[in-house]
């Protein structure tokens, strides 16, 4: 038996005892270390030599390392009577396994000491893990009484909120109470005013007949009154405006010479001959030049100028006007007045202050203009500031970009349009508020479209003789023009005929609207999504070819043509259903309107010969007729068409909106379109 073990398992078993089993388990050989140690022998079973419990153990050995290798697999056999450890490791062998089993030596002295070290270790610990459990719990119920307070002040916090947007709510309230009153009074107040200051000038008049010197020294007093009033009103109305956000932006290009020579003429009549205080107005650069809203530049300094006259008794008031840094202007108006402590710096800016003076009370001035002033200034992109010290007068700076920033967004709006953007679809939007135009900008650069901004209809032409957009987004009700004509070109004109139109208006005009061909309208204001969408859907959809009318009755056809005359639809006709059929055939139409009783044909029958032909079975249909359907020829009827219109309810936006449904339901285009006419 030995001489027939492999060298490799003879090295394999080269220490220790050796023993090879067999697949029951019995020993089939043992080496001579095996026969001493253990007292065994050839076929005897390994489990024989277990100590008593852990026979299975044994058995669990032998039948693992018959089939795999098996690694310090430790059993209790007994040795001389005595149970000893052994850590066995084995392999399978022709059928059975080889093993071989290291005496594992017990020193109990060094495992007691062993255990006694881990037994102090593991107190130790217990210890310690105790006194973290406390420190644990201390912290915990720390925590729930932090998060305690915390919610009671969120509570706080909360109810505070409350609080505040309630009362926030109701300044906002009280705010747009008070700017509507203000707007309804000025205005009401501006009709009496106007009566008042044309009789005083009347009265004044010496070709009205004459007045006693008293007369009119109490006539000019009432003329004087009711200027100062319209002053009034007029200020309380820009005040409203600005706080409203209605004020509208009207930048021109003008020059700082020509702006402050004409300020100059409308300011020196403020002035008397024999005035103490001098006007100045000092000559600007020859190349400054200005692109803002010059009535709204003009309206802040001629505040500043009126002003500066009140409070200087003598002296001058100097305006200038020069570059600023980062390619701004500054107007500078500077007086000799009484001028203004550090401390009402900031009050002055405010509606209804004014600061307590002897001069003050003889002048009487609103306590608005300064305020209107900065709120003008703001708007305009610039700046309001002062420097006055009592008794050395002030100088007011008005600072305001050189380009106005929306003048400058829209020059590089226009500037990115002149060039195409290679995947971007062409979008043309003619309108004329420049914050919408930035808005669609806004919305449409993200989403594909690059926006042709255009102004007025001129501009809109122009671009359209270089550029075919993808769709057109247009407002009707246009600054000093309405765009209605550009519409009805568009749709009536071949070239263009086929470009979706969106219409988007303050103007409830659906209906003229989608008479005269748009393809939608909605309302101002118009939501990203909303737009996006629609333009998707409408860049999509192709140009409407042709429309067959299929219709024995010769009034209703001429009835039809010219309920669709000037829109971009192209008419074919046919008076009865074989003629119809074919026409279908051969042209191919976009959409065909059927009647429903025919000479030699019902709608049925047409509708299956259409249904049957590959040519014409995507054709959607519209059925018009002035019969009384029963229910099961409606229910029939409304599986094989569009639409079911009755004749005597059609009118012109009828036909265009279901026209355009029922092709937008069968999502017919240009590539549709001309793949069925090929």
């Not at 501006?190 to 020294?217: C, D, F, M, V």
């Not at 402590?341 to 003050?360: D, G, K, M, W």
């Not at 009707?476 to 208006?505: C, H, Q, Y």
């Not at 103007?507 to 061909?517: H, P």
Request: aromatic content about 4%; charged content about 30%.
């Amino acid at each position: 038996m030995t001489a027939s073990l492999p060298a490799s398992l003879w090295h394999f078993l080269s220490r220790e005892v050796a023993l090879v089993c067999d697949a029951a388990g019995t020993l089939t050989w043992v080496d001579d270390r095996a026969v001493r140690l253990l007292e065994t022998g050839p076929g005897q079973a390994l489990r024989s030599l277990a100590a008593q419990g852990t026979e299975d153990k044994v058995d669990r050995l032998v039948t693992l390392s018959r089939d795999e290798r098996v690694e310090r697999w430790e059993v209790i056999l007994c040795v001389g009577g005595q149970p000893r450890t052994f850590a066995f490791r084995g392999a399978p062998h022709e059928g059975g396994s080889a093993l071989v089993g290291s005496l594992v030596t017990e020193d109990y002295a060094a495992s007691l000491s062993q255990v006694s070290e881990t037994l102090s270790e593991l107190a130790s610990l217990h210890r310690e893990t105790e006194r973290q459990q406390r420190e644990l719990k201390r912290r915990a119920d720390e925590l729930a009484r932090i998060n305690r307070e915390l919610e009671e002040s969120n509570r706080g916090v909360r109810t505070l909120h409350a609080e505040l947007d309630e009362k926030t709510e109701s300044l906002v309230r009280a705010a747009e109470i008070k700017s509507r009153v203000v707007a309804n009074v000025s205005h009401e107040f501006r009709t009496p005013l106007h009566s008042i200051l044309g009789l005083a000038r009347l009265l004044l008049n010496p070709a009205n007949g004459s007045l006693s010197p008293e007369q009119q020294k109490q006539v000019q007093f009432i003329r004087s009154s009711g200027e100062a009033l319209f002053e009034l009103v007029n200020d309380l109305l820009d005040l409203s405006k600005m706080e409203s956000g209605k004020a509208t932006l009207r930048p021109v290009h003008f020059g700082a010479g020509d702006f402050l020579g004409a300020l100059r003429g409308m300011m020196r009549p403020l002035v008397l001959a024999d005035s103490p205080v001098e006007l100045r107005f000092e000559t600007p650069p020859a190349d400054l030049a200005l692109e803002t809203d010059e009535a709204k530049v003009s309206q802040v300094v001629r505040n500043l100028v009126s002003n500066a006259l009140k409070f200087t008794e003598k002296g001058h008031v100097t305006v200038t006007a020069e570059r600023g840094p980062e390619d701004t202007v500054c107007f500078r108006v500077s007086d000799t007045g009484i001028g203004i402590a550090p401390e009402h710096h900031a009050h002055i800016f405010e509606e209804f202050t004014q600061v307590e003076s002897p001069l003050q009370k003889q002048v009487k001035g609103t306590g608005l203009g300064l305020a209107l002033s900065r709120r003008l200034a703001e708007f305009l992109g610039g700046s309001l500031t002062v420097q006055s010290a009592p008794g050395r007068g002030s100088t007011f700076t008005f600072t305001l970009p050189r380009v106005h920033p929306e003048v400058m967004e829209m020059v590089g709006m226009t500037e990115r349009s002149q060039q195409l953007e290679p995947g971007r679809a062409p979008v043309l939007v003619l309108e004329d508020d420049r914050q919408t135009l930035f808005l669609y900008e806004k919305y449409l650069s993200r989403s594909g479209f690059q926006v042709l901004p255009v102004r007025t209809v001129e501009e809109a032409r122009r671009t359209l003789q270089r550029v075919r957009p993808a769709a057109v987004v247009m407002d009707v009700m246009l600054e000093g023009e309405t765009s209605w004509s550009f519409l009805s070109e568009l749709k009536s004109n071949e070239a263009t005929r086929d470009i979706p139109v969106l219409v988007v208006t303050l103007m409830d005009r659906e209906q003229k609207a989608r008479a005269l061909g748009a393809d939608e309208f909605w309302l101002k204001p118009l939501g990203e999504e909303q737009l996006l969408r629609k333009l998707a859907e409408m860049a999509r959809s192709g140009p409407v070819q042709k429309l067959l009318i299929i219709d024995d009755d010769e009034v209703h056809r001429y009835l039809l043509r010219q309920l669709l005359r000037d829109t971009p639809y192209l008419l074919s006709e046919a008076g009865t259903g074989p003629e119809g059929l074919r026409l279908a055939r051969e042209q191919t139409p976009d959409l065909i309107f059927l009647d429903f009783v025919l000479p030699d044909m019902t709608a049925f029958d047409v509708l299956d010969e259409l249904k049957a032909d590959p040519r014409t079975r995507d054709i959607p249909v519209i059925l018009h007729t002035s019969r009384q359907l029963q229910e099961e020829e409606r229910a029939r009827l409304e599986k094989g068409t569009s639409t079911i219109l009755a004749k005597h309810k059609l009118s012109r936006e009828v036909a265009i909106t279901r026209i355009r449904d029922a092709l937008h339901k069968t999502g017919l285009g240009t590539d549709r379109g001309e793949s069925r006419r090929g």
